[in-house]
T-cell receptor, first 114, second 112 residues
Framework: EPEVTQTPSHQVTQMGQEVILRCVPI?????FYWYRQILGQKVEFLVS????????KSEIFDDQFSVERPDGSNFTLKIRSTKLEDSAMYFC????????????FGSGTRLTVV | DQQVKQNSPSLSVQEGRISILNCDYT??????FLWYKKYPAEGPTFLIS?????DKNEDGRFTVFLNKSAKHLSLHIVPSQPGDSAVYFC???????????FGTGTRLTIIP
């Protein structure tokens, strides 16, 4: 079964450093998303991406965050200057066309900012 | 801003019995609802969804019921199996809006 692949599974970084989280969505999917889950809290929407541009973003997704689809297969989330409160599980998701909203999520990257 | 609420953080059910997970929402613009299942160290896995034009959707052992007037939905799993032990998230979206709004999850434990 097709799956969304995320790397790395765990990333530890120092506060103030830049991190790039990588995702390979399902190959024929056109809509891409990042969500995050802070430990013990609910899964929160960060950003949606379609046709090489952001279609929607949440208030969490401030100027420190950016997304890119650099080569037609990877989908990345960059955090420019990490803060302690960025520590969370980050999930990438993708979906195809139509009204089906059942995204396929990746297994996540656990980001720990120290 | 708890637009989607799952008031039971945990639920234990005997194997073979029915599991009922509940979810309430406050935003009347939501018109599509989904249930996801999540195992530790994995991403959420889509289980079943329902559009607001329906009040029931069934897929094998899983049935979702929607009561729009009460802004309430529930997921029924019958019969419950040990592999169903996981965290279950309710999620909702509004027409034309890409994002899913998730509840806080209910940890379901099936007792053999």
């Amino acid at each position: 079964e097709p799956e969304v692949t995320q790397t790395p599974s765990h990333q530890v970084t120092q506060m103030g450093q830049e991190v790039i989280l990588r995702c390979v969505p399902i190959s024929n999917h056109l809509y891409f998303y990042w969500y995050r889950q802070i430990l013990g809290q609910k899964v929160e929407f960060l950003v949606s991406f379609y046709n090489n541009e952001i279609s929607e973003k949440s208030e969490i997704f401030d100027d420190q965050f950016s997304v890119e689809r650099p080569d037609g297969s990877n989908f990345t989330l960059k955090i420019r200057s990490t803060k302690l409160e960025d520590s969370a599980m980050y999930f990438c998701a993708s979906r195809g066309t139509g009204l089906y909203y059942g995204y396929t999520f990746g297994s996540g990257t656990r980001l720990t900012v120290v | 801003d708890q637009q989607v609420k799952q008031n039971s953080p945990s639920l234990s059910v005997q194997e073979g019995r029915i599991s009922i997970l509940n979810c309430d929402y406050t935003n009347s613009m939501f018109d599509y609802f989904l249930w996801y299942k999540k195992y530790p160290a994995e991403g959420p896995t889509f289980l079943i969804s329902i559009s607001s034009i329906k009040d029931k959707n069934e897929d094998g052992r899983f049935t979702v019921f929607l009561n729009k007037s009460a802004k309430h939905l529930s997921l029924h799993i019958v019969p419950s199996q040990p592999g169903d032990s996981a965290v279950y998230f309710c999620a909702a979206s509004a027409q034309g809006n890409e994002k899913l709004t998730f509840g806080t999850g209910t940890r379901l434990t099936i007792i053999p």
